[in-house]
């Protein structure tokens, strides 16, 4: 029941930090193995799937192209220093551009009324949808005055499963 309850905890933990922040940060790696991250502006569905609209040349959005393994990271960079513990998310994930019709008007959707568009319209922009699908989630469980030169472990797996 202990351990039930701690789940439950960190689920609930995990959900309000991914709600309650709208700008998660997307890892890419270049073609030549060059690190890229940039913040997006993202909503998601029920499975904690992250779509976003990006120019379809940005750096990136061609990085996505080349490899789809993205990584993100959600967090309220407004915490005080040191009260890190349990306030930030990490996704491994995987990155695609959407190019299905049905894809896209899912997506769009998602996004409030006010950044909706036509399928028709975002086709003639240059920008296109993406989504991150996620592979697995971690919240971080120490804050910085908890780490010490034995702790070795700063994060704990979130079950995917039990997210959706």
């Not at 769009?108 to 036509?118: A, H, I, R, T, V």
């Amino acid at each position: 029941l202990e351990k039930s309850i701690f789940m439950q905890g960190l689920i609930t933990q995990t959900t309000q930090l991914i709600k309650d922040n709208i700008y998660p940060v997307i890892a890419t790696v270049t073609e030549d193995g060059q690190p890229w991250n940039t913040p997006v502006y993202a909503v998601h569905d029920d499975a904690y799937t992250f779509y976003w609209k990006s120019w379809k040349d940005a750096q990136h959005s061609k990085n996505i192209a080349g490899n789809e393994r993205v990584f993100l990271t959600i967090f309220d960079s407004t915490r005080a220093l040191g009260t890190n513990h349990r306030q930030c998310v990490y996704i491994q994930a995987v990155a695609q551009r959407i190019d299905s019709e049905e894809e896209i008007q899912h997506a769009m959707s998602l996004f409030p009324e006010d950044k909706q568009e036509s399928v028709e319209a975002l086709e003639a922009s240059v920008r296109r949808l993406y989504k991150a699908t996620p592979v697995a989630v971690w919240l971080n469980n120490k804050s910085e005055s908890e780490v010490t030169e034995e702790s070795v472990k700063m994060r704990i797996e979130v079950p995917l499963d039990k997210l959706q």
